[in-house]
């Protein structure tokens, strides 16, 4: 068996330490080598050939913003980014993406061996999916990307307006769903119907993900509250570690959150947020599944369509990771599957279709 090869990067060695011990136990893991900063990390990467990076994002001489701009300029491949969960570590992490990072491990401030121990399971399988992605070369990324990144949708006609109030854009994401929703979003019209998201992000990330999200698009996006009304023009993003769903009263929508067990592993769970879709919208709600690891979100998206929902998948070609749009595929969940660049336009001509 081949084992994928890591490179850890921390200026401290304590933490090197500690991840090579704990990427050591998964027996197709192996560690060639750690490096405490950059340049080190550059001249062992020419001789190791690593399939995975681990970086740090504050180190001496170079940090890791630089060197990850620089890497995927250079040489694009796989990195997991170890961040801490400080108000200034979510917007850097959140940067890293933006730049190419497949996902990202939030190293504990205090405790630091233990803490990072008791994480080994989430580092081992970031580490695995990271080295399973596709990475491509970004190029320099500026610090506010266009808006018209990809292809931007129409404005909906003045008919189909007049009840996108009543239908709803429920949105699943994971691994590389961050850079996949913020392409997403940026090129919908500011007057599309409401949108309520899910992403597998840690609780501390998704505030600082949305503020992010409505900087850069015409609709509004907002990290959700309990009883938020899902409104035209608005976007909702679920917080980390509470599921979401949409619940109708009278003639509107509003989520609810929950803190109710993890489903596949995960809360919130893009499961959660399509079932509740396919009880309380049936017709009136487009399902959209993006790149991800796992299965999350296949049933539900499966339950969306038999209650008349239209659906649509991310294609392979432009997926970080092609897994949780697979399994929707597979089980016979979708209707329409289309590249990233396509998918605004895709999903409001399925609106649109719907009116007539």
Not at 55 to 63: G, I, K, S
Not at 133 to 150: F, I, T, Y
Request: include cysteine; glycine fraction near 8%.
């Amino acid at each position: 068996m081949n084992k994928t090869k890591v490179l850890i990067v921390d200026d401290s060695a304590l933490i090197r330490q500690v991840l090579s011990h704990i990427l050591a136990r998964d027996p197709s893991l192996t560690v060639v080598g750690t490096a405490a900063d950059p340049y080190a990390a550059w001249d062992k990467m020419k001789t190791l050939r690593p399939d995975v990076l681990t970086l740090d994002v504050e180190m001496p001489r170079m940090d890791g913003l630089a060197f990850l701009e620089k890497l995927m300029r250079l040489h694009p491949m796989p990195v997991v980014m170890v961040s801490s969960l400080t108000e200034k570590g979510c917007e850097t992490t959140l940067r890293a993406l933006e730049l190419g990072a497949i996902d990202f491990v939030t190293k504990p401030i205090l405790d630091i061996k233990d803490g990072t121990t008791a994480l080994a399971d989430e580092i081992i399988a970031k580490v695995k999916t990271a080295a399973m992605a596709r990475v491509k070369g970004r190029g320099r990324v500026p610090s506010e990307p266009p808006l018209q990144a990809v292809d931007p949708a129409p404005r909906l006609e003045r008919r189909a307006l007049v009840k996108s109030t009543e239908q709803i854009i429920a949105v699943g994401a994971s691994t590389g769903g961050t850079e996949a929703l913020r392409l997403f979003l940026s090129a919908l019209p500011a007057d599309a119907p409401g949108l309520v998201i899910v992403q597998h992000m840690p609780e501390q990330f998704t505030r600082a993900f949305a503020q992010r999200l409505d900087g850069v698009c015409r609709i509004r996006v907002n990290e959700a509250r309990n009883g938020d009304r899902v409104l035209p023009g608005h976007a909702l993003v679920a917080p980390g570690n509470f599921h979401i769903e949409v619940v109708r009263s009278g003639a509107n929508y509003h989520v609810q959150l929950n803190m109710t067990a993890p489903v596949n592993h995960h809360r919130p769970s893009v499961d959660v947020l399509f079932h509740s879709c396919a009880r309380e919208l049936g017709i009136n709600a487009i399902g959209v599944i993006m790149t991800g690891m796992g299965s999350d979100g296949a049933k539900g998206l499966l339950a969306m369509r038999q209650a008349g929902a239209r659906t649509v998948a991310q294609d392979e070609a432009s997926c970080i990771v092609f897994g949780m749009p697979k399994e929707a595929i597979a089980v016979g969940a979708v209707d329409e599957i289309v590249p990233l660049s396509k998918m605004s336009v895709a999903v409001l001509q399925l609106l649109g279709r719907r009116e007539k």
